[in-house]
């Protein structure tokens, strides 16, 4: 699942929360797009590897629960909330069954798990997400959406810090191609110079407006900052393409060397 935005919506949201295809594609808010009312339908092998390629998926995600798992301790000595409920959810005899089973599945590819081994890992996930289902989802949920902006905004935030440190170094990195005439010209005559960066960013922001007003079309929010339209739209509404292959990630492959 690629649920997490680069920025956030209108409603401030930083989870993307577009569901359906083509016309009939639409937002809901965030704290229904994390309901199953919701997910059972948006949910389909064109955004899930789960639904796709159950032995990739089900063996990514059990890694993400069983890494997470780790985090969620953190919150062991926190007075409350969704981070400490989740990790007294999962101290329960069936939520320690439930993370054993996703240690146990995460690695199945590199190890000759036999299919009863495999098949008693399951049912300790099952019996897990039947009995304490509600609750579970609930607390992801409600992390999802708090962590999802948490995350951004760190990274948003490292980022701005890197590229005000040094004007010079983040000047040298704009690609001229992408404005009209010298419309850069201002900034790199002192790429040092704020003053300068002001220069270039207003005439640029003004281009860009100018941009969505002749489109036509309203202008959001995000139009504010952002002259693409929305990526989790725009994904919506184009045709599935098929997808290669993914290779699993490094930590993974480094866990699964060590099990």
Same mark, same amino acid.
């Given at each position: #699942?690629?649920?997490? =935005?680069? %920025? *956030?919506?209108?409603t401030?949201s930083?989870?993307?929360t577009w569901?359906?295809?083509?016309?009939?594609?639409?937002?809901?808010?965030?704290?229904?797009?994390?309901?199953k009312d919701?997910?059972k339908?948006?949910?389909t092998?064109?955004?899930t590897?789960?639904?796709?390629?159950?032995? %990739?998926?089900?063996?990514?995600?059990?890694?993400?629960?069983w890494?997470?798992t780790e985090?969620?301790?953190? %919150?062991?000595?926190?007075?409350?909330?969704p981070g400490?409920? #989740?990790?007294?959810l999962?101290?329960?005899?069936?939520? /320690?069954e439930?993370?054993?089973?996703?240690?146990?599945?995460c690695?199945?590819?590199?190890?000759?798990?036999?299919?009863p081994?495999i098949?008693?890992a $399951?049912?300790? #996930?099952q019996?897990? $997400?039947?009995?304490?289902g509600?609750?579970?989802?609930?607390?992801?949920?409600?992390?999802?959406?708090?962590?999802?902006a948490m995350?951004v905004?760190?990274?948003?935030g490292?980022?701005?810090?890197? /590229?005000f440190a040094?004007?010079k =170094?983040?000047?040298?990195?704009?690609?001229a191609?992408? %404005?009209?005439g010298? @419309?850069? @010209?201002?900034?790199?005559?002192? *790429?040092?110079?704020?003053?300068?960066?002001?220069?270039?960013?207003?005439?640029?922001? @003004?281009a860009k407006? /100018?941009k969505?007003?002749?489109?036509?079309?309203?202008? =959001?929010?995000?139009?504010k900052?952002?002259d693409?339209?929305?990526?989790?739209?725009?994904?919506?509404?184009?045709?599935?393409?098929?997808?290669?292959?993914? #290779?699993?990630?490094a930590?993974?492959?480094k866990?699964?060397?060590?099990?």
């Open positions: #699942m690629h649920s997490v =935005r680069p %920025y *956030p919506d209108e401030g930083f989870l993307n569901v359906g295809s083509g016309k009939g594609s639409a937002s809901v808010a965030a704290d229904k797009f994390v309901t919701v997910l339908t948006h949910l092998q064109n955004n590897e789960l639904r796709r390629r159950p032995e %990739y998926g089900l063996t990514e995600s059990c890694f993400a629960i890494w997470g985090e969620v301790a953190k %919150y062991e000595n926190e007075s409350g909330g400490k409920e #989740m990790h007294e999962l101290q329960t005899a069936k939520g /320690a439930f993370v054993e089973a996703c240690k146990l599945l690695g199945s590819d590199k190890q000759d798990l036999s299919s081994e098949q008693g $399951l049912l300790q #996930m019996n897990f $997400l039947r009995t304490h509600e609750a579970f989802d609930k607390l992801c949920g409600s992390l999802a959406r708090h962590h999802a995350s905004f760190a990274l948003n490292l980022d701005l810090s890197v /590229a040094n004007l =170094r983040w000047a040298s990195h704009v690609p191609e992408g %404005y009209t010298d @419309a850069l @010209a201002p900034w790199l005559s002192a *790429p040092d110079s704020v003053p300068t960066f002001a220069a270039f960013f207003s005439e640029a922001l @003004a407006r /100018a969505l007003t002749s489109s036509g079309e309203p202008i =959001r929010q995000v139009d900052f952002s693409e339209e929305s990526r989790d739209a725009k994904k919506a509404k184009e045709p599935k393409k098929k997808r290669k292959d993914k #290779m699993f990630t930590n993974y492959k866990f699964v060397q060590q099990i």
